[in-house]
């Protein structure tokens, strides 16, 4: 199994809390930057790709032509028979004639950065498209895109806004009945939040009783799901499956026997252009920590890691985590269900600490 990310890192605005590479003033080298793109394409070893993913930034906000012929540069290079193609989009921006890339190069799945459906709530977060433009951009999508899943991302749990504001936004889109939620908490997923409160217990038990409640499966710590709308390529990053990720700061993951190899392009679009297939940083991980690493991104996923897999690539290195993963256990903030350790309720919770806990024991 492996993905296709391309990173479209142009915004309109830079929303204060967003950790993602993204430039304002660089519009103008958009065509330059899918050029750079495909010609970090054509180095990669790779020809064919299971998912793909077009994120950003702002992929909505670029010229649809311009993106047009990227993408069709892009099929041409690396086929179109994924098993799933999402796209991301932000409402301001998400047009007709985007909506049309989307159906013309069948993409499978819509994500949208919703955030909010209160005003007041979108201005904090720097956000520049209103209340209204999530529900005219949500049925033209499914006026236009009838055949395409799509995604609706929230934020709960920000600080100095009322609990009842917030799950306002998780009923105003559940009453949009999208295939997929994320639900991201500030305090938990963002670095913006590193010096907040701790993720409100409450709020955290409501937005997934809820969503549970609407017929949606959380299947990892921040999305949810109808059944089979799981996202498979973001699946694939939890699973560290290997993945080539094209454009400016965009990272590519690659596994070999015994390890895996971590490159991530510069932040940066003007720089990246100049040299495309140039990687700024490599980090490479083995033996232990190579385990842990799958240990700990595992755990995000509701469904657990599988021990079997584990013992039978790892062998005697995972006992390293015997007293630790046990006393967790005792705690309450794992479980054993047959060979697969999970995530509880209690331990989703404190998720961060569970896996500094466990990353801790490495020597
Ligand atoms: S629109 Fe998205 S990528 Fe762009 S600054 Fe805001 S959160 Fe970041």
Redesign the pocket.
């Known amino acids: 199994m492996s993905g296709l990310y391309v990173h479209v890192p142009f ?1 309109k ?3 204060g ?2 950790g ?1 590479y ?1 430039a304002t003033d660089a519009y103008d080298l958009t065509e330059r930057y899918f050029d750079a793109v495909l010609k970090d394409l054509s180095a990669r070893k790779r020809k064919k790709y299971e998912t793909l993913y077009i994120g ?3 992929p909505s906000s670029v010229s649809p032509v311009l993106l047009s012929v990227f993408l069709d540069r892009l099929f041409s290079a690396v086929g179109s028979d994924f098993t799933e193609s999402t796209i991301e989009a ?1 409402p301001e921006s998400l047009t007709a004639d985007f909506l049309s890339v989307v159906k013309d190069f069948g993409f499978s799945r819509l994500s949208v ?1 919703c955030q909010s459906t209160d005003e007041s709530v979108l201005k904090l977060l ?2 520049i498209h209103g209340r209204n433009d999530i529900f005219r951009t949500a049925e033209s999508a499914r006026r236009l895109c009838p055949d395409t899943a799509l995604n609706l991302d929230m934020i709960f749990d920000i600080p100095s806004v009322e609990n009842s504001v917030q799950m306002k936004t998780l009923e105003d889109i559940v009453s949009i009945s999208p295939e997929h939620v994320s639900a991201y908490s500030y305090s938990f997923d963002t670095e913006y939040l590193k010096n907040a409160e701790p993720c409100c217990e409450s709020a955290f038990i409501e937005v997934k009783r809820s969503l549970e409640a609407a017929g949606y499966l959380k299947y990892e710590i921040s999305n949810f799901a109808r059944k089979g709308y799981e996202s498979r390529h973001n699946i694939g990053y939890w699973m560290l499956n290997d993945y080539d990720g094209l454009g400016s700061a965009a990272w590519s993951l690659e596994n070999y026997d015994g390890g895996r190899v971590l490159r991530g392009k510069v932040s940066d679009v003007a720089a990246y252009i100049t040299d495309p297939t140039a990687y700024a940083e490599t980090d490479r991980t083995e033996g232990v920590h190579a385990l842990a690493q799958e240990l700990v991104f595992g755990l995000r996923m509701l469904d657990g890691v599988d021990f079997s897999s584990l013992k039978y690539r790892y062998g005697d290195m995972l006992n390293i985590f015997n007293e630790r993963i046990e006393k967790l256990v005792s705690e309450g903030m794992l479980t054993w269900q047959m060979e697969k350790l999970k995530i509880t309720e209690k331990g989703e919770l404190l998720l961060d600490s569970v896996q500094e806990f466990l990353w801790d024991c490495l020597p």
């Open positions: 915004c605005n830079k929303c809390y967003c993602f993204s950003g930034g702002t932000n950065g720097g956000r």
